[in-house]
């Protein structure tokens, strides 16, 4: 069946360090591929997504592109800042709907 | 408008009560979802409604009870829960489920079952 892998956290870094969330997918098909975040106390909104090969996917610094070769997802930005920390969750949409475990990440001043 | 609205924010039940959760969006959105979610878990896909119509259960046991009155509300019926029904409960809208659509979130409602 379908899954998503990310790896876990909790992350930890400084401002202004470079971040990196690893995401690899198995599904049928080619599935749609999204990044969404969760900030404490809320619901998820959709950070950025890619829906074919080689897109690039980016928003708000962040950015992810579609590698079939690989199934992987991998969100990255250059520069975090505090209001980075949150929980980031990847989702693959193909003949289902699947999420990651989830990776919280800490941003430390 | 892009925002799903849910009610109420928290919730507190008894395993013999009867309540319910209640969505909604204004984003003319045809595809309807309820999610739960554990702590420090991701989101469980509970049900799909498509176009009103129920799409896809995810074997949830029958003490919930989702219920689509019209495109723009989705109900989650809850009846003879259980603690470990405790959670976050998610409800979310996308354009259509035909093809797999960015969907919004709303901030969920917190149930505790005693």
């Known amino acids: 069946g379908d899954s998503v892998t990310q790896m876990e956290g909790p992350v930890t870094l400084s401002e202004e360090a470079f971040l990196t969330i690893n995401c690899t997918y198995t599904a049928t098909g080619y599935p749609s591929l999204f990044w969404y975040v969760q900030y404490p106390g809320e619901g998820l909104q959709l950070l950025l997504k890619?829906?074919?090969?080689?897109d690039k996917g980016s928003n708000k610094g962040f950015e992810a592109t579609y590698r079939k070769e690989t199934t992987s997802f991998h969100l990255e930005k250059g520069s975090v800042q505090v209001s980075d920390s949150a929980v980031y969750f990847c989702?693959?949409?193909?003949?289902?709907?699947?999420f990651g475990g989830g990776t919280r990440v800490l941003v430390k001043p | 408008d892009t925002e799903v609205t849910q009610t109420p924010k928290h919730l507190v039940m008894g395993m013999t009560n009867k309540k319910s959760l209640k969505c909604e969006q204004h984003m003319g959105h045809r595809a309807m979802y309820w999610y739960k979610q554990k702590a420090k878990k991701p989101p469980e896909l509970m049900f799909v409604?498509?176009?009103?119509?129920?799409?896809i259960n995810e074997s949830v046991p029958s003490r919930f009870s989702p219920e689509c009155p019209n495109s723009s509300l989705l109900n989650l019926h809850l009846h003879a829960l259980q603690p470990e029904d405790s959670a976050l409960y998610l409800c979310a809208s996308s354009q259509a489920s035909g093809e797999w659509e960015t969907q919004y979130f709303g901030p969920g409602t917190r149930l505790l079952v005693l």
């Open positions: 989702q693959a949409a193909g003949n289902k709907l699947t």
């Open positions: 890619a829906t074919k090969a080689d």
């Open positions: 409604y498509s176009y009103e119509k129920l799409s």
